[in-house]
């Protein structure tokens, strides 16, 4: 992007992030302090869309009143990244498990997508600080308005991420991938640890809160958002064969650059 679209983006950053905070605030002080008392699936679902639906459209209807010319997908839960014009990407409940078992681990989350790829990106963590990381493509990353950047450390001193696409039993490939690779990570690293939100564990890789993160399966719409914090940060960002991450793609990774190149031979050629 040239220097006029990221000036104009940057503009539109505080706006997005006020509504995303704001929504955030919202489902915080909603949230019961206690577990979903639910035992069965769709008693959770149900507990889960009671939050969700409210929320979700007031951040639809925020996001489309500061970029009116973007569109919104019909469904949010299809998954699936619009590749031609500009699209919002919002969750207002990255973390769905966590937040209804009254874990502080969930984030609200809005992406700008411009033919296929993000351009604008805020993650907003309510209950753990009030933390917003954000960023720009080609305007760098932030952490609560400060630029970030990953660590380098060696991989037997490093701290992995890793989490489970929704629905990633449906595809037994991805699903054995993902168990091979636990085994390859865990033990080459100091601990592998699943810190609730995709989106979150992908920007905290752009911080250097976490070394590494990897995802095996399809997952773009939740890793779109930190993936463009974690490059603009300097991580390295993509697929398990070292390959320029993409939504399409089956595969994530991000780190350090170096920590990358000691990383990604863990992960190349599971099967």
């Known amino acids: ?36 008392p639910e035992s069965g699936l769709a008693g959770a679902m149900a507990r889960f869309a009671a939050f969700d639906d409210p929320a979700a459209a007031e951040l639809r209807a925020r996001l489309a009143a500061l970029r009116p010319q973007a569109g919104l997908p019909a469904d949010e839960f299809d998954g699936a990244v619009p590749t031609g ?56 990353a932030e952490l609560d308005g400060r630029s970030i950047a990953p660590v380098e450390r060696e991989l037997a001193a490093t701290v992995a991420g890793t989490s489970q696409p929704p629905g990633v039993g449906a595809d037994p490939v991805a699903l054995r991938r993902a168990g091979a690779s636990l085994s390859a990570v865990a033990g080459a690293v100091l601990a592998v640890r699943n810190l609730g939100p995709t989106s979150l564990q992908v920007a905290q890789v752009g911080s250097g809160h976490l070394g590494l993160f990897w995802e ?56």
């Open 1 to 36: 992007m040239d220097d006029i679209e990221v000036r104009e983006l940057r503009t539109l950053l505080p706006e997005v992030e006020a509504a995303v905070r704001e929504v955030g605030a919202r489902l915080a002080g909603q949230r019961p302090a206690d577990p979903c």
């Open 85 to 140: 014009g500009e699209w919002w990407l919002c969750d207002a409940m990255d973390g769905a498990v966590q937040f209804l078992l009254g874990l502080p681990h969930w984030a609200v989350t809005a992406t700008l997508v411009r033919d296929g790829a993000a351009v604008l990106s805020v993650v907003h963590a309510p209950q753990l600080g009030a933390r917003t990381y954000r960023a720009v493509r080609g305007g760098g």
């Open 216 to 271: 095996f399966g399809a997952d773009a719409a939740n890793l779109l958002p930190g993936a463009l914090i974690a490059t603009e940060a300097g991580a390295a960002v993509t697929d398990a064969t070292g390959a320029a991450w993409k939504p399409a793609a089956d595969a994530f990774l991000a780190a350090a650059p170096g920590l990358h190149r000691l990383a990604l031979p863990l992960l190349n050629g599971l099967d």
